[in-house]
């Protein structure tokens, strides 16, 4: 598929104390391992989402409170929105330009008739709830994504794909809101956030959960991802499929607990890219989420963006 990676460099405006695991390294570290990838297009700067992207998910409450606290965080400082999502004096503007380059990257597919993009930006979003920042997530992007394809583009079938480790708790909002949307998660359990149970399945099953315990092996991965994954994407037949890309799931990682390499995340692109050549007319978007050991998560990321241009 051709592939685009949508690069926002303002990534790099939000700070984080020293010791916090989400820091601007992990965007350092996935750029020079995507840079290294043969035969991507690569699209700088898309600028920031506007406020009607954001409102399509968010509250004006929300919006307000994060674009406030990173107003009055003074240099140097943090304003706490929860006990480890914290806005620095910049913050928002990367968080800005990260939704703005998802919704760059549906745009791009779009008018271009198929084709795959991925969203190299930070903050992370998933765990960003309609009116709540957490877990190093300030604004939704891949549900900001998603909704602009629904009323931008008139889509009728969006699903999302979430492979972090972590539950996409705030991404499932949309989905219990809005039937269009198909959601569906792998997940380890328990663990942080705490939702995602088999028994949350959204209005009618447009949400599929699919928790795993500690432990859980590639090969255990790739048999759940095939046998009820694969299934439940062929039923729905999304026009867009949407990848919420954490790479937290691979063994080095220090936050999740399970043992993938990056050779499983380019076996899920392929499978994803199967779903987007029947259904999709290849269109194919993926936003960065988790990942917390630098080398795994370039690695992995590479090895999933490059098997997406290769298939
Ligand atoms: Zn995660």
New binding site residues.
Partial sequence: MKTTIFDSPASRLHAVPAGHPEHSGRYEATRAALMALPGCDWVENSGPAGMPDLARFHTAAHVDRVLSASAEAEAGEWVALDPDTLVCDRSAAAALNAAGAAVAAIDRVMAEEGGAGFVLARP?GHHAEPDRAMGFCLFNTIAIAATHALEVHDLKSVAIIDI???HGNGTQCLAERDPHVFFASLHQAPLYPGTGAESETGLGGNVLNMPMPADTTGAQWRARFETQLVPALQRVRPELVLVSA?F?AHADDP??GWGLRSNDYAWAARQLAGIARDFAQYRLVSVL???YDCPALGRSAAAFVGALSEA
Avoid: Q, R, S
């Fill in positions: 992370p972090d480790v972590h954490g937290d936050v999740g989420e988790g990942g």
